[in-house]
């Protein structure tokens, strides 16, 4: 029996958070595990709503750090003339509004691992001082003259390909190596297989037990239809499409009308016998920009209207989203 036959045994459905069973979640949980014996920063990549932010909670959870702070910072939703205060803490009187010391992320998360997601987004001055912390060990807070030796795990996210926004000029090169000591790349959801059921299901029973109700079937035909689906949004955009159907759905089982028009115009089902349904006619079937344009409004629906996210989403730029929505 291989190695990886044996960690298929012990490991559950739920590894600190993240369900599934699919080969590539079994190979990551072990590779978290051995990364979490280790000391070195950490690298995790993967598409938007992949789940980067739990992989680090379980490296935090599996490492011998666990009794400290896991601390998350989004590099992108701070301004970056206030993050490096956020991060490395400031003193009193450093500039104006600053009225009492403040220590910062580093210090706060010592003993414990810190969280730099989207990490793409630090502009080169910030990355210039954070690649000192990374090899020092030490932060100086602002207008303070003395630095603080911080003992702190760094784990960064992202969406992007890092070694392309290096050959871009956009990323220090010497930061992504030091980043890079260990880099986990999480699958997204379309290459888990089986992992859609478990998810749908786990994510049925959540939601049930949210608003009151028993816990809904999960009809075969719109596994199929889920099963086939590329889900761009991964395992956020699944979360979203069942809290949806379990909230709307008049009776005890999720049936494909339940689910958004995008999966019937994508073509996703086909019945679960194998029987592959006759195909409609020719001048029934959308054209491509009009699944194209059902697709990016839906998206933008499950992100609350937020074009930037959706834009990453469908992995295009803000103005051919614009031209999309035809604004």
């Known amino acids: ?98 009225q009492h010391a403040r220590r910062g992320l580093f210090v706060e998360a010592h003993g414990g691992t810190l969280l730099l997601d989207e990490i793409a987004e630090l502009a080169p001055e910030m990355q210039a001082k954070l690649l000192r912390v990374l090899q020092d060990g030490q932060v100086r807070p602002l207008g303070a003259n003395l630095e603080r030796r911080v003992d702190v795990r760094v784990a960064a996210a992202t969406n992007r390909d890092l070694e392309r926004e290096v050959a871009r000029g956009r990323l220090r090169e010497d930061l992504f190596f030091r980043l890079a000591t260990f880099k986990v790349r999480v699958p997204p959801l379309r290459e888990r297989g089986e992992d859609v059921r478990r998810l749908a299901l786990h994510f049925i029973r959540r939601f049930s037990a949210e608003i009151g109700r028993e816990p809904l079937d999960l009809s075969d035909a719109a596994l199929s239809l889920l099963s086939g689906y590329p889900f761009p949004g991964n395992v956020r955009e699944l979360a979203n499409l069942i809290e949806r159907a379990v909230t709307f759905c008049c009776g005890g089982r999720i049936v494909p009308s339940d689910l958004p028009e995008t999966l019937h115009a994508c073509g996703a089902g086909i019945p679960v016998s194998g029987v592959r349904a006759r195909p409609p006619r020719a001048a029934s079937m959308p054209t491509l920009r009009q699944v194209q344009l059902r697709y ?32």
């Open 1 to 98: 029996m291989s190695d990886l036959d044996l960690v298929v045994q012990e490991v559950t459905e739920d590894f600190h958070g993240m369900i599934g069973r699919s080969t590539v979640m079994v190979a990551l949980y072990e590779q978290v595990r051995r990364i979490a014996r280790a000391g070195g920063a950490v690298l995790i990549c993967g598409e938007s709503g992949v789940g980067k932010e739990l992989v680090t909670q379980a490296l935090h959870a599996e490492s011998d750090r666990c009794g400290g702070p896991l601390i998350p910072v989004n590099c992108a939703g701070i301004p970056s003339e206030l993050l490096e205060s956020e991060l490395f803490g400031h003193a009193s009187g450093a500039f104006t509004g600053a």
């Open 296 to 327: 990016v409004r839906y998206v933008l629906d499950q992100l609350d209207g937020n074009k930037r996210r959706a834009a990453e989403v469908l992995g295009i730029g803000r103005r051919t989203l614009y031209r999309y929505l035809g604004e």
